[in-house]
């Protein structure tokens, strides 16, 4: 059994940082990309940002130069800092990671249960 977990959001004003985590548990093998998306009331979710194996990075173009992922592979553990902080970037935020329980698997994307970022003043 796997369990992704999210941790970190809350209340900010505008121009203000905040960084998420994502931790990985359970029956796990290997982890190829852990990645960030959000759902805005009303909108489609959308890609934030990822961050695969190899430390190789994909970010919205809304995001770029604002937010940074990473990754603490021992800890099977990603971050989301996010600084410069608009109202816009309101939404649930939903932690994924793309891995496999056993050697020979396939891939599969477990999901976190969100977690709530306002950037309101």
């Known amino acids: 059994q796997v369990q992704v977990v999210e941790s970190g959001g809350g209340l900010v004003q505008p121009g203000g940082s905040l960084r998420l985590s994502c931790t990985a548990s359970?029956?796990?093998?290997?982890?190829?990309?852990m990645g960030w998306y959000r759902q805005a009331p009303g909108k489609q979710r959308e890609l934030v940002a990822v961050?695969?194996?190899?430390?190789?990075?994909n970010y919205a173009d809304s995001v770029k130069g604002r937010f940074t992922i990473s990754r603490d592979n021992a800890k099977n553990t990603g971050y989301l800092q996010m600084n410069s902080l608009k109202p816009e970037d309101t939404a649930v935020y939903y932690c994924?990671?793309?891995?496999?329980?056993?050697?020979?698997?396939?891939?599969?994307?477990?999901w976190g249960q969100g977690t709530q970022v306002t950037v309101s003043s």
């Open positions: 961050i695969t194996s190899d430390g190789s990075t």
């Open positions: 994924y990671a793309d891995l496999t329980v056993a050697r020979g698997t396939i891939p599969y994307d477990y």
């Open positions: 359970g029956s796990i093998f290997s982890i190829y990309a």
